[in-house]
């Protein structure tokens, strides 16, 4: 069974960088997508904000993140996938998720606060 472990995330000012991981337990050998959601507090649903094709690398974006946050993962480390955001603003303060297949990562939290 497909289990995702997430790491990354924190406190950082507006304007910053931070990076999310997530591994998953084995690596599907036909196309599969890695997502990435968010949810803030008093936020009933969770919002995908970014999404990985793979082994294509094709990316979407919603639009509140396009241009700063980029969904990937190095060939070197095919069970690994990363999502780097920059430009952090404290609208994307919450708590996020990497998902694939019907797998959730625990979920991890990134706060943006001077």
């Known amino acids: 069974q497909l289990t995702l472990r997430q790491s990354g995330g924190g406190l950082v000012q507006p304007g910053g960088s931070l990076r999310l991981s997530c591994v998953a337990s084995r690596v599907p050998t036909d196309t599969y997508t890695t997502d990435w959601y968010r949810q803030s507090p008093g936020q009933e649903r969770r919002e995908l904000v970014a999404?990985?094709?793979?082994?294509?690398?094709?990316?979407?974006y919603d639009d509140s993140v396009q241009g700063r946050f980029t969904a990937c993962r190095f060939d070197a480390d095919e069970a690994t996938t990363y999502l780097q955001m920059n430009e952090l603003t404290p609208e994307d303060s919450a708590v996020y998720y990497c998902?694939?297949?019907?797998?959730w990562g625990q979920g991890t939290q990134v706060t943006v606060s001077s």
């Open positions: 998902k694939s297949e019907t797998t």
């Open positions: 999404r990985l094709t793979l082994p294509s690398h094709e990316t979407w």
